[in-house]
């Protein structure tokens, strides 16, 4: 008697398990995604030596911090890969730069990209367009400035969140050394994007963006929706580990971006230990005496849906 009641309980329990499965397929439904965590995270880093700071940098030298705890450094090594850069000007009629300066800052690249690099210009004012495409063809970028023009807003925000999910992110695996080279004051006239998320989201991609900065156009007058063009030029390039130079030294500036990128780049990585994996958390990397490293400043939460 104990035996078969067993067994019928057995029988009722899996009936009450495969019933609301049935029912479930028969509806058409699918189980929902699940989210899986992914360990490990790996960093672009930008290594600066003061003269004299030693030829080659190793992870044994480097303390990283994440959430405030340290972690240990599994791989570092220089990254010779190629890099992808895409320029993004303003466009926009208030703009205090007239458009031969806008072309001469874009010029530049054209002659300084490594073999291997590509160069993606795009205008912005009230809409993103691409002025040139993925391109190593010096010729090409030349004869494409003549493009350029003013008019409308720039809205900037917009035309970042863009050429990140258009142009930058279809790139996938295949290109890991990214970067965005803003030519413009920081001024976002009526974007839909918020300041925070497009931050946000190019530290997740690990994006980094320099800027060639135009003088803010207005004058750094108080923002009462949005930080001062100053502020998120300062803070685009502190936060993806990037750096201000000058408009007016185009042709250094392109110099710099470019070997930076080429000799100067490596790529970390690590299994974050004693932290919320669901959670950003800042970053901090420190390196020796004379040997300056910079990186994003935020790991974003690291979760997949499968």
């Known amino acids: ?136 063809d010096a010729k090409e970028i030349e004869k494409s400035l003549t493009l350029f023009r003013k008019q409308g807003d720039p809205r900037l925000f917009d035309a970042l969140r863009d050429v990140m999910s258009a142009e930058l992110q279809p790139l996938g695996v295949s290109a890991r050394k990214r970067a965005i080279v803003l030519v413009a004051d920081g001024l976002d006239r009526g974007s839909k994007t918020k300041f925070p998320d497009l931050l946000a989201d190019l530290q997740k991609q690990d994006i980094t963006v320099y800027a060639l900065q135009i003088p803010d156009r207005t004058g750094g007058a108080l923002r009462r929706d949005r930080p001062k063009p100053n502020q998120v030029i300062q803070q685009l390039v502190e936060g993806t580990g990037g750096r201000i130079l000058s408009v007016e030294e185009p042709g250094e500036a392109a110099k710099s971006i470019c070997d930076e990128l080429r000799k100067n780049r490596y790529v970390l990585s690590y299994t974050p230990a004693s932290v919320s994996y669901y959670d950003n958390r800042r970053l901090l990397l420190v390196g020796p005496e004379g040997v300056q490293v910079r990186s994003k400043t935020l790991q974003p939460a690291q979760i997949v849906v499968r």
């Open 1 to 136: 008697m104990r035996a078969r009641l067993q067994t019928s309980n057995a029988f009722l329990l899996a009936a009450l398990v495969l019933v609301p499965a049935l029912v479930f397929a028969q509806a058409g439904r699918r189980p929902a995604a699940v989210a899986s965590v992914e360990r490990s995270a790996t960093i672009n880093v930008v290594v600066e030596r003061a003269e004299g700071a030693g030829a080659q940098l190793t992870a044994k030298e480097l303390a990283l911090y994440d959430g405030g705890i340290e972690q240990t450094i599994q791989g570092f090594s220089q990254d010779p890969t190629p890099a992808r850069i895409l320029i993004l000007v303003d466009n926009s009629l208030s703009l205090r730069a007239d458009v031969e300066k806008l072309t001469q800052a874009t010029r530049e690249f054209a002659y300084e990209i490594y073999e291997g690099d590509k160069v993606m210009i795009v205008g912005y004012d009230e809409t993103a367009e691409v002025i040139v495409g993925w391109t190593d």
